[in-house]
């Protein structure tokens, strides 16, 4: 923060003061018919603008929007914890004034999600992100799934010095040539072992590597393309964007991604158009929370959408098409409430076929709908129904998809993005192979004694602990250190002398998971057992859905902000009313694991082990109280409480 003065201080709760007591007044003043209207602008306002002091008032603003997301987590919360305690004392709060609560809350979270409005990138487009999917997309048949990289610097290569305008009129020379042939440029082998490696080697043969896929006109396209994101992504970040991991979605996300790629030639415009598409897919997906479940199951996913760290903004905001797939997976839910079972069964195998993971929600499905076959020798009407919706949406796309992308799109699809990419450890993966893979005991203790060594210090130097004592400790520290350095964490292995820096760290975490990998099939097998004793008493698809994203964390390895799907939680909030303050906590505890946390496979680590322990903890909170295998409704919780005075 920066240094206010007193004065300073002074006048900006002055100005506050005033500024609460100017809307109590206005809000006195009004008739009552327009004023729940203006209690909604006026927390708008009031957000937006308490986003853009803090901008102001601020030097580390990241670290502030995540503290605030932690205070709205923790008030939201403690929100829940007073009205359980005035329902207590036969004072229940008015539900005009609950929904007026809950509803300020998650408007301060979709905010604080969004940064307080100061994105981070100019313009408000993801240029990383964007050059992978707007190109990947639109050059997809003569690239494929490994030549983004390689027909980038071959189109560089051939365009030699450019001069590109920019939006503000400035000129900028850039000499694409020397770039490339810079003996530094490294580019990501994806079509290889998925490594670093220099990027003069691909430039020997530019025909038979990429050219000759290309038609002449569409090579002349892409070119330009090139030209755009190298101009507004500067050459310190183009370069690193090329030490990504390419184009990974499956065919059918080619479907939506080709059509509107190729409507129009990169530019800033468009590209912030289709950054744009994502918002509309955020919103409608509260939306559809609020038609199916209510304002209450709204306020609550948005809160812990906002709040929770995993998947922020600086991942995917501002890209291209990043959010289809989560509003597919959360409308499927809310169709299946609202009882249209064949559009839930076809939205969640769209929501499948765009990233491949959410469809394992269908595991869930797959307990509650198995278990209802063993017992009864059939399927009931709403699960055939889905079945069939999911099943005629598949015969659509699939074959569409074919011919979008290819004949060998979904071969290329499996070698590339399954067999290679999701083999390949990232620093931001979340999910069980993760926790297996991390030396987490050494972690502990590593960062047990890096406390404990400057403490002992202190302590002696009062003559509190004796040097001997001192030393032990020392030794101790340095022992388990070794121990550490051994274990392949990030801190110790990361080798900036190595082309790829994290090639060591990569082996030794793919190394530690096959050493220790029965450890992860017998948690994948205490979790199902657990999944069949807990949703054999289920009646209700939805709520077996929304308990299926455990497995998106058992049988995937995911990049962090994938993890905004246990926004399904907040459905669950309808017929267990106390799962409410828990996800907040969830909330506000990664916001500290992410504030604490340096280096990601620590962070990444922690953030998954806390999401597992409460999805866990969702079955043990529904564990039926007798063996008695009895299928029952859980009946939702009722949407207000009498009317009361607050």
């Not at 997809?140 to 920019?166: P, T």
């Amino acid at each position: 923060m920066k240094q206010l003065s007193i004065p300073q201080i002074f006048l900006l709760v002055l100005v506050s003061a005033l500024y609460f007591f100017l809307l109590w007044f206005v809000d006195r003043s009004i008739d009552e018919r327009v004023r729940v209207w203006f209690r909604y602008l006026a927390v708008i306002g009031t957000t937006a603008l308490a986003a853009f002091g803090i901008t102001k008032l601020t030097d580390d603003h990241a670290r502030t929007v995540d503290i605030m997301k932690a205070a709205l987590a923790i008030t939201a919360a403690g929100c829940v914890f007073y009205e359980q305690h005035r329902a207590a004392m036969k004072r229940p709060v008015s539900e005009r004034w609950k929904k007026y609560i809950g509803v300020t809350l998650a408007v301060a979270s979709i905010v604080a999600y969004f940064n307080g409005f100061r994105f981070g990138y100019p313009q408000y487009y993801h240029r990383w992100d964007q050059f992978h999917y707007y190109m990947g997309a639109k050059y997809f048949k003569e690239m494929g799934y490994d030549g983004l990289y390689k027909c980038s610097l071959i189109a560089q290569d051939e365009l030699g010095v450019v001069n590109y305008k920019h939006e503000d009129g400035r000129v900028e020379r850039i000499d694409m040539t020397k770039e490339v042939r810079h003996p530094d440029k490294k580019i990501r082998n994806l079509g290889g072992d998925n490594l670093l490696l220099p990027a003069a080697q691909f430039l020997e043969n530019p025909g038979e590597t990429c050219k000759n896929h290309f038609p002449p006109e569409r090579w002349e396209k892409f070119k330009e393309d090139v030209k755009f994101f190298r101009a507004v992504s500067g050459k310190g970040y183009w370069e690193d964007m090329q030490k990504d991991h390419g184009y990974n979605p499956p065919p059918v996300w080619t479907i939506m991604g080709r059509f509107f790629a190729e409507l129009q030639p990169a530019s800033v415009w468009y590209c912030q158009f289709l950054s744009a598409l994502d918002i509309v897919y955020t919103l409608a997906m509260f939306v559809a929370l609020w038609w199916a479940f209510g304002w209450r199951v709204f306020a609550v996913g948005a809160i812990f959408w906002g709040c929770q760290s995993s998947a922020p903004f600086y991942w995917t905001g501002g890209a291209f098409l990043r959010q289809d797939w989560l509003f597919f997976l959360v409308l499927s839910v809310c169709l299946l409430r609202k009882k249209y079972p064949k559009l839930a069964g076809a939205s969640l195998v769209y929501a499948g076929l765009l990233r491949i993971f959410p469809g394992l929600c269908v595991v869930g499905l797959l307990v509650t709908v198995g278990w209802s076959v063993v017992r009864k020798r059939k399927m009931t009407g709403e699960q055939v129904q889905m079945l069939l919706g999911g099943t005629a949406a598949a015969a659509v796309l699939i074959p569409l998809s074919i011919a979008v992308s290819g004949p060998r799109s979904y071969h290329d699809f499996y070698k590339h993005t399954l067999e290679v990419h999701d083999q390949t450890p990232l620093t931001n993966h979340m999910g069980l192979r993760v926790l297996v893979a991390h030396d987490m005991k050494a972690q502990a203790i590593s960062q047990i004694g890096e406390a404990l060594t400057p403490i002992s210090e202190r302590l002696k130097a009062r003559g509190i602990m004796s040097p001997d004592t001192v030393q032990k400790i020392s030794d101790v520290f340095h022992y388990k250190e070794a121990a550490s350095k051994a274990s392949g964490r990030m801190k110790f292995t990361k080798d900036v002398k190595l082309i790829d820096p994290f090639e060591t760290w990569k082996n030794m975490r793919n190394e530690r998971y096959k050493k220790y990998k029965i450890v992860a099939y017998l948690i994948i097998g205490l979790t199902l057992a657990l999944s069949i004793y807990v949703q054999r008493r289920l009646k209700n698809l939805w709520v077996a859905q929304c308990l299926g994203q455990i497995w998106m964390i058992l049988l995937s390895q995911l990049t962090c902000y994938y993890y905004s799907f246990m926004i399904l939680t907040a459905p669950l909030t309808k017929v267990r009313r106390d799962f409410e303050a828990p996800l907040f906590g969830l909330a506000a505890l990664s916001q500290f694991v992410w504030i604490s946390s340096y280096w990601n496979d620590d962070k990444y680590t922690a953030l998954t082990l806390i999401s597992l322990a409460f999805c866990l903890g969702l079955f043990l909170a529904l564990m039926p109280k007798t063996l008695e295998p009895k299928i029952v409704p859980l009946k939702d919780a009722p949407d207000a409480t009498p009317p009361a005075k607050a």
